[in-house]
């Protein structure tokens, strides 16, 4: 898949949960592969969380979560969530400093079409700072309204498991109504129908490098 020189494989989630959503299969397939997974997490909205749990919430659930998929280079920072738009600048130079620090060879960022506006911050942000980088967008399909599906990551029942462990384990956003084993194992169902095998994950080809 990547060339040799490098095995690490960078994964930007505006917030905690949405790197195990949009890649969370792939992630436990590529770790299994011998990659280095590096998850960056740019919010862990503790000022969104329901009001009878601790503002830090979601900072020890992504911190189990990413546990379970076994990714021991878990970064968080603690942008407010929703105002990226202002702090554009700020989470720029923190992606360049990552791309200098693990000179990834594989980028995950939310897919083009995603309509959240923090989401949208981190895709338009990472093509910056990842110009000559690999760089795929994921689907998270209650933000994604459109998704130009043009590459397939194939996985297995087991890669399925592992991601839907990983987010049911954020117990503080059961309320949702796409955090269900069920809705995890269908969209992957779906996605491989499309690339003719069992399971897969569809992503947006933003830049790719040969």
Known sequence: MMEAESKNILVLAPHTDDGEFGCGASMAKWIEQGYRLIYVAFSACRTVVPESLPPDTLVREVRQATSIMGIEDLLLFDYEV????????????????????????????????????????????????????????????????????????????????????????????????????EFIRSLAYTRGTQAGTQFAEAFEVIRWLL
């Open 82 to 181: 929703r105002v990226f738009s202002s702090k554009r600048q700020e989470i720029l130079d923190d992606m360049v400093k990552l791309a200098r620090e693990y000179k990834p060879s594989l980028v995950l960022t939310p897919a083009s079409t995603d309509i959240h506006q923090d989401h949208g911050v981190i895709h338009a942000e990472s093509q910056r700072a990842f110009k000559y980088n690999r760089l795929l967008g994921y689907e998270l399909p209650w933000n994604t309204t459109v998704m130009t599906t043009s590459c397939f990551s194939a996985v297995e029942e087991k890669h399925i498991l592992k991601k839907t462990e990983a987010i049911l384990s954020y117990r503080s956003q059961a309320f949702r109504h796409y955090y269900s084993a």
